[in-house]
């Protein structure tokens, strides 16, 4: 599969160390295993019951102040100074340790280390849509048309429209979030030189949903999706591409992905990029199905070649 156009690794969970005799390991084994020093209850004035306090690795490690706590019954982890944190990348933090042997460990503690899932459907409130839009003018045509888009194809297919005068929103492409054929929230991209690429809707006050609790395209995704970062992305690869509006995905994302029987991750060529997606295709490994990391020869998803998309089409999507 993918000789010369694409680079596909299928990810497994491989590790360096051995793991404990097989029985449920606590949290407090498992730093203790690693000589991480904690409080319990009772030994440390931010140390509270359920609670296991260790230092936080992300505002003050190594200071003694204990101030992140990891909940013995769950997987939350809640730093007094900085806020919630999901105990893989706590543990990750702490141990510089690959993200495999973490899995390994964590495993055996019965957590996925990526906090709980959720279950419940969020509740949509109506959708405002910004003023000013109208179909797709002489100016956003050609911007998609040097991104090597057919402008009529992707307005039809993805409902886009263009923004020409308006205080905030000058001159941008209107891209609207469907979620089971309604609009439960929009994003907009800049088509000229602008140090703000996207402006989104604010659930707040515009209401629907969070982008980050969506994915753009996953009305059009079956059986396996393509895992990009942005619309325009999307736009490219075609219908099964899902976008997580770029690389810092939430957990509401994961469980919608972790649907899907195969899992093709697609970001930017960029190192930071591929880092951040080579830990997405690790948590969504932990999931039934089939999780993938494809390096495109162009970098960029949306600038991709008509061969690089056909090829991934062919392996994954068309199939």
Not at 80 to 109: M, N, S, Y
Request: net charge neutral; hydrophobic share 35%; glycine share 10%.
């Amino acid at each position: 599969m993918a000789d010369g156009c694409t680079e596909i690794l299928q990810l497994c969970t491989t590790v360096g160390r051995p793991c404990l005799e097989v029985r449920r390991m606590t949290i407090q084994d498992l730093l203790d295993e690693w000589g991480i020093p904690y409080k319990m209850q009772g030994e440390h004035q931010h140390a509270t019951r359920g609670f296991v306090q260790i230092d936080c690795p992300f505002c003050s490690p190594d200071s003694g102040k204990f101030r992140l706590g990891i909940r013995i019954e769950s997987e939350s982890c809640s730093c007094w100074t900085c806020g919630f944190h999901r105990l893989g990348d706590t543990l990750l933090e702490i141990t510089k340790e690959p993200w495999a042997v973490i899995w390994k460990w964590l495993k055996q503690i019965g957590s996925s280390g990526i906090g709980r899932l959720p279950t419940e459907k969020p509740q949509i409130r109506p959708i405002r849509l910004p003023t000013g839009r109208s179909p797709l003018s002489l100016v956003h045509r050609r911007y998609l048309a040097g991104r090597g888009l057919d402008a009529d194809l992707v307005a039809s297919r993805w409902g886009l429209e263009g923004i020409g005068i308006h205080a905030i929103l000058g001159w941008r492409i209107f891209i609207p979030i469907h979620l089971h054929g309604k609009i439960v929230s929009w994003t907009t991209r800049a088509i000229g030189n602008h140090p703000v690429r996207y402006l989104s809707a604010d659930p707040k006050r515009d209401g629907g949903l969070s982008i980050k609790h969506l994915l753009y395209g996953e009305d059009y995704a079956r059986y396996a999706i393509v895992v990009v970062e942005g619309p325009a992305d999307v736009w490219r690869i075609g219908p099964g591409a899902v976008a997580t509006f770029g690389t810092a995905y939430s957990q509401e994302q994961i469980a919608r992905l972790a649907r899907y029987p195969v899992r093709v991750v697609c970001f930017d060529a960029e190192p930071q990029a591929q880092r951040t997606a080579s830990r997405l295709c690790e948590q969504l490994h932990l999931f039934p199905g089939e999780t993938y990391q494809v390096k495109l020869p162009s970098g960029d998803p949306g600038e991709a070649s008509e061969a690089d998309v056909l090829k991934i089409r062919e392996s994954f999507l068309d199939t």
